[in-house]
């Protein structure tokens, strides 16, 4: 441990703008010069995923996800191998893991990001698509319209009306992207957090200094999740269960980001259920652990769709995934796997009650 400490230096880094939120990547360097680098890479892949697999902007450097949207039903469009295999796994984990995460049901999405930029510029107040306006676009969003032809690294929507939506699982696939690269190039200690999106590789190479709620974070990653008694995320304090990374990931999808109210004060957030076609109201939040951070924002997105019972049943039948709940009661649940006092720890015993 002595001899880490004389090798080492902490480090501390925030990118601020991809995938509108601030990313804090922690780590180790036996220099700045070499901490730099890892800071050069990690600007440079992080605007790169952004734009490529953004749906709102044109880019004239790269073909992207808005790209392949201007040309559902013309032509189809070539673009980087990472998109392609991002849309691949996305239409597999469709069919074999959840299908409550459909990345065709941009339509509707599109529907309800309007109706929210529309409040965004009226106080955070404004009305609500109706069930007619939303059945009309969800006539458009099958899946099987995505035709990927890998070997001419090409994307055709062959329905004009469908539109493809990443924002279940970009930010966490990249995240992913980037820890794998981080790895590549030695850094043998890290913790990336992305707006919800956490992932983390080895231990602390040298112990953590001050006070701690907990005498693992001294030498381990700790990671807290939001879950105020009274629902009210806009406070501060609010992480009540504190997990201890170990090389795992954790994604955590919740009602508290990205929302509006009616007139009436109902809270209509970002993650809308196929089903219905309007937000999901289950719970608070959820959050997934496990090993790839693509595949645990993939799953808290499909997990926060489903009732609780479900959602548990569906997670304790995953192999290497665990995951825990915040209800609209305050009350915390997770999953088999875990166990308070073991990785877990939830601060307020009473919430468990």
């Given at each position: 441990m002595?001899?880490?400490?004389?090798k080492?230096?902490?480090?501390?880094?925030?990118?601020?703008?991809?995938?509108?939120?601030?990313?804090?990547?922690?780590?180790?360097a036996?220099?700045?010069?070499?901490?730099?680098e890892q800071?050069?890479?990690?600007?440079?892949?992080?605007?790169?995923?952004?734009?490529?697999f953004?749906?709102?902007?044109?880019?004239?450097?790269?073909?992207?996800?808005?790209?392949?949207?201007?040309?559902?039903g013309?032509k189809?469009?070539?673009?980087?191998?990472?998109?392609?295999?991002?849309?691949?796994?996305?239409?597999?984990?469709?069919?074999?893991v959840?299908?409550?995460?459909?990345?065709?049901?941009?339509?509707?999405i599109?529907?309800?990001?309007?109706?929210?930029?529309?409040?965004?510029?009226?106080?955070?107040?404004?009305?609500?698509?109706?069930?007619?306006?939303?059945?009309?676009?969800?006539?458009?969003?099958?899946?099987?319209s995505?035709?990927?032809?890998?070997?001419?690294?090409?994307?055709?929507?062959?329905?004009?009306?469908?539109?493809?939506?990443?924002?279940?699982?970009?930010?966490?696939?990249?995240?992913?992207l980037?820890?794998?690269?981080?790895?590549?190039?030695?850094?043998?200690?890290?913790l990336?957090?992305?707006?919800?999106?956490?992932?983390?590789?080895?231990?602390?190479?040298?112990e953590?200094?001050?006070?701690?709620?907990?005498?693992?974070?001294?030498?381990?990653?700790?990671?807290g999740?939001?879950?105020?008694?009274?629902?009210?995320y806009?406070?501060?304090?609010?992480?009540?269960a504190?997990?201890?990374?170990?090389?795992?990931?954790?994604?955590?999808?919740?009602?508290?980001?990205?929302?509006?109210?009616?007139?009436?004060?109902?809270?209509?957030?970002?993650?809308i259920?196929?089903?219905?076609?309007?937000?999901?109201v289950?719970?608070?939040?959820?959050?997934i652990?496990?090993?790839?951070?693509?595949?645990?924002?993939?799953?808290s997105?499909?997990?926060?769709l489903?009732?609780?019972?479900?959602g548990?049943?569906?997670?304790?039948?995953?192999?290497?995934?665990?995951?825990?709940?915040?209800l609209?009661?305050?009350?915390?649940?997770?999953?088999d796997g875990?166990?308070?006092g073991?990785?877990?720890?939830?601060?307020?015993?009473?919430r468990?009650?």
């Open positions: 002595v001899g880490c400490e004389n080492y230096e902490y480090f501390k880094y925030n990118v601020v703008g991809p995938f509108d939120t601030i990313t804090t990547y922690i780590s180790y036996k220099s700045q010069n070499e901490f730099d800071c050069e890479m990690l600007d440079e892949r992080l605007e790169y995923y952004d734009k490529l953004d749906k709102y902007t044109s880019y004239d450097d790269i073909n992207n996800v808005k790209t392949i949207n201007d040309n559902a013309k189809p469009v070539v673009v980087d191998e990472a998109l392609i295999d991002l849309l691949e796994v996305s239409i597999t984990r469709y069919h074999e959840s299908s409550k995460v459909n990345i065709a049901f941009g339509n509707v599109d529907i309800w990001h309007g109706y929210r930029e529309n409040a965004e510029a009226n106080d955070g107040i404004g009305k609500v698509p109706s069930q007619q306006e939303l059945a009309k676009a969800n006539e458009h969003v099958d899946i099987e995505i035709k990927i032809d890998k070997a001419k690294k090409t994307v055709y929507i062959d329905d004009a009306k469908v539109s493809i939506d990443l924002g279940a699982t970009a930010k966490g696939y990249a995240i992913e980037v820890k794998d690269e981080l790895i590549e190039m030695g850094v043998e200690s890290f990336l957090s992305s707006g919800g999106n956490v992932a983390s590789h080895g231990e602390r190479l040298f953590k200094d001050g006070d701690m709620l907990l005498d693992d974070c001294a030498t381990k990653y700790c990671v999740i939001e879950s105020p008694q009274d629902g009210n806009a406070n501060t304090g609010s992480e009540l504190l997990l201890v990374m170990q090389g795992e990931s954790i994604v955590t999808s919740g009602d508290y980001q990205r929302f509006y109210k009616d007139n009436n004060g109902v809270r209509y957030h970002h993650l259920d196929p089903d219905t076609l309007y937000p999901a289950h719970f608070r939040s959820v959050s652990i496990t090993e790839d951070s693509g595949y645990a924002d993939y799953l997105s499909s997990v926060f489903m009732p609780f019972e479900d548990l049943e569906f997670v304790n039948s995953l192999d290497g995934v665990e995951a825990i709940w915040l609209d009661d305050g009350k915390i649940r997770y999953s875990l166990k308070d073991e990785g877990l720890y939830v601060i307020d015993k009473e468990l009650k």
